[in-house]
């Protein structure tokens, strides 16, 4: 198989009427290409019917050595081409419309998924750990992949294969038949669980190797950290003893396929010795006709023997198909914000009045927390209002409430006089801006990066705004300027010059509220400047809440609220605060003076 190691993970889930109910539904996302599953089924049912002639014409053939009879032989031969022939045939057909349908249907249920995520609410993401949301994804969409492409055909081949094989069996010879009942499905059924356990062995294996190889890039990514505490003997030390333990393991695995190895020739092929000496026994004593049915009966024993071993396999990945299916519709059942499905054309320019009024808050994951209590304070049209205090105090958390990331528990947010919560969502966000403290640039062009906070942008606009970002110079600098790619496997750019591309986004956007979240890690000097002129330029115009970590940025606010646990304990401007004997901003003010 092509990803053992991510169906190994998956757990399985029960097959009940429910179950495989749900699972029917992923038969919806086929949509118009359902009939190519059909017509596929319908090759599989030609496949196996043909596959179960082929022991019988086996046997007849052997016969004509016998009966000397070259022109049967010549007949005989010709059919069993005609038959492989039909059944490469059938067999092309039927894999080619299954991954049809498959391919078609799994983009369908990835277009949905992807849809009902993105529009999810915070407080799911808020709960759910990304990385992991996305890897079950990619490993539950793979394991439904292999079920209908290959899963289910084999299964009902297996299916077809043991019945038929079965009566034709019996046809031949029933005693023949009961005696190979008794011994070869369970052999094959014990090499299977066999085989599953040294399957989970090597997982263990694997795990370990695993392991080892997290210390591998743990360390070579914080290589700096390692060198700087001198630590290259203890983590040779760390890796050396993950390294024995897999060996440890490894060996102990090796020693459980070496049992199987002997188990398979020792009890597989005695079985077919022993049915063969069975057979000869019943042809001697007269009970069976001749070679030619014994060769025939050989051949149905392995097709059922083989069968019945695949078919527990194969039960076990459906399960865990219908396990991944059910993950995937929960997903798909989550309820997502209210955004409109056709992407809205123009949103409802807003002023920018911002209320907060008795605002209380906890995060749905932490209920017991209150972030923020009884919030109240307002900023006009045009104001800089800043909010500083200790970390933790629930400054973001107001920045995303005004976004209306989370519902809020009591209190009122209102802009320009209206409750947030009335706002359709597009109209609300689409008014606001965030250049956020560690700006993450998409994997693309700079120019594509810029654009995102207009996607219909002109040339002269994203230009303007890159100019206006004081991010022109730098851009200029790159050999591709505005083409140069950044994000991932792009160029990497320093925290001020990704500032700068922010600002130039938000610019763009041209919003009538700014939220700006400070970046902590200060910028050298010269850049800081670049990055707070262009700031300046940015909140012109528009109102604009500061999430202020350095106080020297914020002293022309036209009001700084202070916060300490998630209540607001001073307000007023700069000079104002500083005017409160013992007061917090005055103690961080002096603190942060004296620091510099
Ligand atoms: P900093 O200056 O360090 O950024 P802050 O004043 O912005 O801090 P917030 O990020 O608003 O503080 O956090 C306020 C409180 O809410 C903290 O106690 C934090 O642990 C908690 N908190 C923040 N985000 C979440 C979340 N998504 N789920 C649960 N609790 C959260």
Not at 86 to 109: C, H
Not at 478 to 484: D, G, L, N, Q, S
Not at 575 to 586: A, V
């Amino acid at each position: 198989m092509a990803r053992p190691k991510i169906e190994n993970d998956l757990p399985k889930a029960k097959i009940n009427a429910y179950s495989l109910k749900k699972a029917w539904q992923l038969f919806s996302y086929g949509k118009n290409h359902r009939w190519k599953f059909y017509i596929g089924l319908l090759f599989l049912l030609l496949t196996s019917g043909t596959a179960l002639a082929f022991p019988k014409l086996i046997g007849l053939l052997v016969d004509c050595a016998k009966n000397k009879d070259l022109v049967q032989a010549n007949y005989l031969s010709l059919m069993l081409v005609g038959i492989l022939i039909l059944q490469s045939v059938f067999s092309f057909f039927r894999l080619s419309l299954f991954i049809n349908f498959t391919e078609n249907t799994l983009a369908n249920i990835r277009l949905a998924l992807y849809s009902n995520l993105i529009k999810l609410p915070m407080t799911f993401f808020s709960q759910k750990r990304v990385g992991e949301l996305n890897s079950r994804l990619s490993s539950d969409i793979a394991q439904i992949q292999d079920t209908l492409t290959t899963t289910i055909a084999e299964f009902l081949r297996q299916f077809i294969l043991i019945i038929g094989g079965v009566v034709f069996l019996a046809v031949i010879s029933i005693k023949l038949t009961l005696m190979m009942l008794s011994i070869v499905p369970l052999v094959a059924v014990a090499a299977v669980i066999f085989g599953r356990f040294i399957r989970k062995y090597s997982k263990k294996t694997q795990d370990t190797i695993a392991e080892s190889q997290v210390i591998v890039e743990e360390t070579l990514q914080g290589i700096s950290n390692v060198k700087a505490f001198a630590n290259e003997w203890y983590e040779i030390a760390r890796y050396s003893a993950k390294i024995k333990e897999i060996v440890k393991i490894a060996i102990k695995g090796g020693q459980y396929r070496g049992y199987f190895a002997s188990f398979i020739i020792l009890c597989l092929f005695g079985s077919i010795v022993a049915v063969v000496w069975f057979g000869v026994t019943l042809i001697i004593s007269g009970d069976m006709k001749d070679v030619g049915q014994l060769i025939s009966f050989v051949l149905y024993s392995i097709f059922v023997g083989a069968s019945f071993g695949g078919i527990a396999e194969l039960y076990a990945q459906i399960q865990k198909a219908i396990g991944a299916t059910e993950r995937v519709f929960e997903l798909l059942d989550e309820q997502p914000e209210n955004i409109n499905s056709i992407q809205k054309q123009q949103t409802q320019k807003l002023k920018g009045e911002v209320e907060f009024k008795n605002v209380a808050f906890s995060y749905p994951s932490r209920k017991e927390i209150q972030v923020l209590d009884n919030v109240s304070f307002s900023a006009g049209f045009g104001q800089k209002v800043a909010l500083v205090g200790p970390s933790g105090a629930g400054k973001s958390t107001i920045s995303s409430l005004l976004l209306r990331f989370y519902d809020i528990d009591s209190g009122e947010i209102l802009i320009d006089g209206k409750n947030i919560f009335d706002y359709e969502l597009e109209d609300l966000r689409g008014n606001m801006s965030i250049v956020p403290q560690d700006v993450i640039l998409f994997g693309g062009s700079i120019r594509e990066n810029i654009a995102y906070g207009k996607p219909d942008a002109t040339e002269e606009e994203i230009f303007l705004a890159a100019k206006q970002a004081n991010a022109l110079n730098f851009i200029n600098g790159f050999p591709e300027k505005f083409e140069t790619l950044v994000g991932e496997r792009g160029i990497k750019l320093s925290g001020g010059q990704r500032q700068r591309i922010a600002i130039a986004r938000a610019l763009l956007k041209n919003p009538a509220i700014l939220i700006l979240d400070e970046a902590t890690s200060s910028l050298d000097s010269e850049s800081e400047k670049l990055v707070q002129e262009a700031l300046e330029i940015l909140m012109e115009g528009r109102t604009s809440i500061i999430i202020a970590h350095r106080l020297s940025t914020i002293r022309k606010a036209d009001k700084i609220l202070v916060l300490d646990k998630g209540t607001i304990i001073e307000e007023g401007t700069h000079n104002e605060l500083l005017e409160i004997e013992n007061g917090l901003y005055k103690n961080l003010s002096s603190l942060q003076f004296s620091n510099s």
